[in-house]
Each structure stands twice: as structure tokens, then as C-alpha cells.
């Protein structure tokens, strides 16, 4: 009796424990599952943000954390904005943000400024290249691989095909001058009139130089003239980076561009701008998903 006791005792015991070890068993395997990608290939492109509007407020720490959380993979800093990278930085203070970059998950592509190039005004275009190389030499200096500059239109009274043609000396020069210091020269599809893609074609030609490329910006006028897929095939070897709006308007094929991006073989950044948000980090990640599903990977 004492024997068959002892023995239904040890078997309660070690039932007891499998039945303990049960809900970690089974929390573990929910675990896996919810940590599970269901991406049918990894995106060729990379995906990041610009800090215009949804970034303007935060600080380096911010930026690399929020991106971190919504698998965000680089950022282009805008110039004035809270993060402060400005060419008023001294060495320690341009290591620091180098080193902070390269230590977390989070590229630091490129810099965004508000430099342009159609002034009629001959000094004052002198001193805006200058103050263009000298934002050159920060974003080498921070480990930035390339600065975003624009055109922003066609001065009065001057003809149009000559602001081109001095629009793209100006990116010429300044091609020239980031090959010695490792940074592109990034020219964001802008401005009244400049945005047409003809004009932007004509300013490539003219630079002609492989340091120097387009930002696709994803604006209406990239429908004027022959449409969409004229306008893209006019520069597509020549676009080196992306920005994009909220990917859930519809006057604009997103769908589209992604397509048209991958099948260049594109594998540089797509930036997202948006507007601010009070749950930034949740509204990345609906914009990552998007941006996956948009070309067929989630």
C-alpha cells in the first residue's frame, strides 16, 4: 500500500510539472509566430524619412529611436530643424553625430538644404555655391554620402533656357567638388516650372557628371506633358534618391513609381515626408507596410 502510494505520488508530481511547463511552452511558441516575417523577398530598395514635418521637432536621439522602431533605415536631416546638424558645428561636435549614427541602426544618408542656383543675381550665386560646398564639407564630415539641393524656379525677365544652362554649370561645379570629398549632389525635382521633368533632363545634361543626380519628389507636374512614364524614362538613370507624401493619396500612383523604381533597379532611399503625428512612431510603421505591400512583398 505504502509502495503503490508513494509511486501515484511521484507520477501526480511529475504530471504536475509537465502541466506547469505547459503555458511557457506554449507562450514561446506565440512568441515565434508574432516574431515571424511574412515578406514573400527582402525590398531591394531602403526605406527612410526626411525631417521635414514629421521630424522637424526631434533631436538626434529621437530620430535614431523612432526610426529604429519602425524599421526605418536611414534619415536625410533638413537644414533649421531641431536636430541642429548646421555648418556652425565644430569637429568634436560633427564626430559626435557621425559616431552616433554609425553605432545605431540608422543611416545618416544625406543633408537637405534649401540651396538653388537660378538667381539672375551673379555675386549672389557665387556666394550660395560657396555656402553649398561649405554644407558639403559637414555632411562628409557627419558621414553623410550626399547633400540634397533644388532649383525653386525661373527668375523674371531672363531666358528660361539660360537659367538652365546656369543651373546645371552650377551643379557641375559642385559634382566636381564632392568627388573629392565623397558627397553627391542630390537635385530635388522642385520649383515653379523647374519641376517639369524636360527642365530637370536639361539640367542633368548640362551638369553631366556622375556625382551629380535626381531626387524623384513625387509631384503632380511629373504628369504634364507626355504623362508619367515618359517623364520618369527622361531621367531614370539618372535618380539617386526618393521622396515621397503619404503613400494613401490617391492623386498620385505610388504603386506605380515602386514598380517603375524596381524595375530600374533602384537600391537607394525612398524618404518619406509626412506631416506631424502625435503617434509617430505608429504611423511609420503603416507607412513602412504600405510601402512593402505597394510592391508585393507583405
Known sequence: MNT???????????????????????????????????????????????????????????????????????????????????????????????????????????????????TADQDKLKQDIAATKEYMILAQ???????????????????????????????????????????????EVHGSGTSLLPNIKTMMDVADHKNVGVCWNSNQSDFEGEEFDHNFDLVKDKIISVHMRDLFLEDYPFRKLLTRLNEIKFTGFCLAEMPSSTDPVRVMKYYRALWLSYQGLL
Not at 524656379?153 to 568627388?179: M, N, Y
Open 141 to 187: 564630415d557627419v558621414g553623410a554620402t550626399g547633400v540634397k539641393v533644388r532649383p525653386n524656379g525661373f527668375p523674371k525677365d531672363v531666358p528660361k533656357e539660360k537659367t538652365l544652362e546656369q543651373i546645371g554649370r552650377s551643379l557641375r561645379e559642385l559634382g566636381a567638388f564632392g568627388s573629392g570629398h565623397g558627397v553627391a549632389i542630390r537635385l
Open 4 to 118: 503503490n502510494r508513494r509511486s501515484f505520488l511521484k507520477q501526480s508530481m511529475l504530471g504536475a510539472g509537465v502541466v506547469g511547463m505547459l503555458p511557457a511552452a506554449f507562450g514561446a511558441e506565440k512568441s515565434s509566430a508574432n516574431s515571424a516575417s511574412f515578406l514573400t523577398r527582402q525590398p531591394t530598395m531602403k526605406l527612410g524619412t526626411v525631417t521635414y514635418n514629421l521630424a522637424k521637432d526631434w533631436d538626434i536621439e529621437t530620430i535614431i529611436k523612432n526610426c529604429e522602431a519602425a524599421k526605418f533605415e536611414g534619415v536625410e536631416l533638413r537644414t533649421t530643424h531641431a536636430h541642429k546638424v548646421e555648418v556652425n558645428l565644430g569637429k568634436e561636435e560633427r564626430d559626435r553625430v557621425k559616431k552616433r549614427f554609425a553605432d545605431s541602426g540608422v543611416q545618416l544618408m544625406g543633408l537637405g538644404s534649401a540651396f538653388d542656383y537660378h
